[in-house]
Every structure is written in C-alpha cells, then in structure tokens.
C-alpha cells in the first residue's frame, strides 16, 4: 500500500523560500511519476511540478518555472520541492501524488496516489 506524506508547509513572507517534503513507502519508486499539486480555496486543484523517479526527469508548470525545484533522494524515498521567491499567489495546500508510469503527467486525474496535504502560506 502507498503512503505519501507531506511537511513543511508554513508561513511565509512574499520572497521567501520554505521547502517542501513528500516520504514515500510501500512500494519500490523507480517506476513511478512523483509529483506536486496545489489547491487554493475556491480553486481547482493545480499542477506543480513531476518528477520520474528512475532518472530524474523534472517538468514544472510555467507559474513556478525558474523558482520551484522539484527532486528525490532514493536513499530516503522521498521527494522534495523547494520553493523560492514565493509569492502571495502561491498559497495554497500543496499535495504530493504518484503514479506508476513511464512519463511524466501533469493532470490530477492521472495519478492515483495521493498524500493529506500541507498549507502553504505566503503573506505580502
């Protein structure tokens, strides 16, 4: 059974930097997708950020491209996404997901594993 969970979300003033943690278990991750969605009230749930697990393959969505910084280290079995130059609009609970595929994927409805979420707040 897959567990994912997150930490690291906080509080942040506009042009800060907090970085995010995904633990991963239950499963062998080399043939997996990991990657990072985000939520705002109201909002639908929006992609971030993918990594392949096998090489390291990453692909961002153009709004956090240049500041986010998705990664793994396949001694912990956990993925990370170090945020930078945060902005107000960035808040939002941010999700870690993963699914078994060979390419990375950016739509929600693609993966099938999903952790609880942590809030990520950034204050202008």
Same mark, same amino acid.
């Given at each position: 059974?897959?567990?994912?969970?997150?930490?690291?979300? =906080?509080?942040?003033?506009?042009?800060?930097?907090?970085?995010?943690?995904? $633990? #991963?278990?239950? @499963?062998?991750?080399? &043939?997996?997708?990991? =990657?990072?969605?985000?939520?705002?009230?109201?909002?639908?749930?929006?992609? $971030? #950020?993918?990594? @392949?697990?096998?090489? &390291?393959?990453?692909?961002?969505?153009?709004?956090?491209?240049?500041?986010?910084?998705?990664?793994?280290?396949?001694?912990?079995?956990?993925?990370?996404?170090?945020?930078?130059?945060?902005?107000?609009?960035?808040?939002?609970?941010?999700?870690?997901?993963?699914?078994?595929?060979?390419?990375?994927?950016?739509?929600?409805?693609?993966?099938?594993?999903?952790?609880?979420?942590?809030?990520?707040?950034?204050?202008?």
């Amino acid at each position: 059974q897959v567990q994912l969970v997150e930490s690291g979300g =906080g509080l942040v003033q506009a042009g800060g930097s907090l970085r995010l943690s995904c $633990a #991963a278990s239950g @499963r062998t991750f080399s &043939g997996y997708v990991m =990657g990072w969605f985000r939520q705002a009230p109201g909002k639908e749930r929006q992609f $971030a #950020a993918a990594i @392949r697990w096998s090489d &390291g393959t990453t692909y961002y969505a153009d709004s956090v491209k240049g500041r986010f910084t998705i990664s793994r280290d396949n001694a912990k079995n956990t993925v990370y996404l170090q945020m930078n130059r945060l902005k107000p609009e960035d808040t939002a609970v941010y999700y870690c997901a993963a699914v078994r595929r060979g390419t990375v994927v950016v739509s929600a409805q693609d993966y099938a594993y999903w952790g609880q979420g942590t809030q990520v707040t950034v204050s202008s």
